[in-house]
């Protein structure tokens, strides 16, 4: 059984969107586990009730529809055999996109949650509660971190940033804790055994996230992205 692969799902890299070949790749495996047939991406993506839903999403969340002219009508992107034109399609919204240059860990089909919740639905009920689970009820941020408590505290404090006040900051939430585990995968403590590797671990946790809550608290770090800038040279 796969054991929470979810983990796994890259977010942030486009405004805070997370990698649908990701999410695709993880329910096709609980698929092969149940045994039943892998699904490819395009057969989501050519569903116009998959369409009709992230036009919904544009609407609440994208700014393609701030434009009180811009108009999408799915029919219009079906080519002369009555397949949807999704690539095409895609151009017109902000919510989801298609990287195709660029780095290899990069590329593909990345959305907003939302959508990524939509896809797993499509895939496997297992992997949409297991979704619902992490990115609805929070799990992502506390799952096998030690240092539960301290993420929670910055969390309150990203809400108190002059440009995410009365926000819905959930995707800096999870963004933010999964560079941070980033960062923790990659601390050498070769030569360790468990024990003391785990607590060096905790220990070096705890030094950033208490580090990032003070820089917030005096007023040093004034903007999410700077938050996410000052990560990266942790």
């Given at each position: ?111 907003n949650l939302q959508i990524m919740l939509d896809l797993a639905i499509y895939l496997s009920p297992t ?47 999870i963004a933010i804790s999964i560079k941070i585990r980033e960062k923790l995968y990659i601390i050498s403590?070769r030569g360790y055994n468990q024990q003391k590797h785990d607590a060096i671990v905790q220990q070096k ?30």
């Amino acid at each position: 059984m796969v054991t929470n692969q979810i983990m796994t799902v890259q977010i942030g890299h486009l405004t805070q969107m997370g990698n649908l070949n990701d999410v695709l790749k993880i329910g096709n495996v609980y698929r092969k586990e149940k045994g039943l047939r892998e699904i490819e991406i395009r057969e989501w993506l050519v569903k116009e009730s998959t369409w009709e839903f992230i036009i919904e999403v544009e609407r609440k969340y994208g700014t393609f529809f701030q434009n009180l002219d811009s108009r999408v009508c799915i029919s219009d992107y079906k080519n002369s055999s009555g397949q949807l034109d999704y690539s095409e399609l895609m151009k017109k919204f902000s919510v989801i996109k298609s990287q195709r240059g660029g780095k290899p860990e990069n590329r593909g089909y990345w959305a907003n949650l939302q959508i990524m919740l939509d896809l797993a639905i499509y895939l496997s009920p297992t992997l949409r509660l297991e979704m619902i689970d992490i990115f609805i009820n929070h799990k992502l941020l506390h799952f096998r971190d030690l240092g539960g408590d301290n993420f929670k505290e910055l969390n309150i404090l990203i809400d108190t940033i002059p440009d995410r006040i009365g926000k819905n900051n959930e995707y800096y939430y999870i963004a933010i804790s999964i560079k941070i585990r980033e960062k923790l995968y990659i601390i050498s403590t070769r030569g360790y055994n468990q024990q003391k590797h785990d607590a060096i671990v905790q220990q070096k946790r705890t030094e950033y996230l208490s580090n990032l809550s003070l820089m917030i608290r005096v007023g040093f770090i004034k903007t999410a992205s700077q938050l996410l800038e000052i990560i990266e040279k942790l």
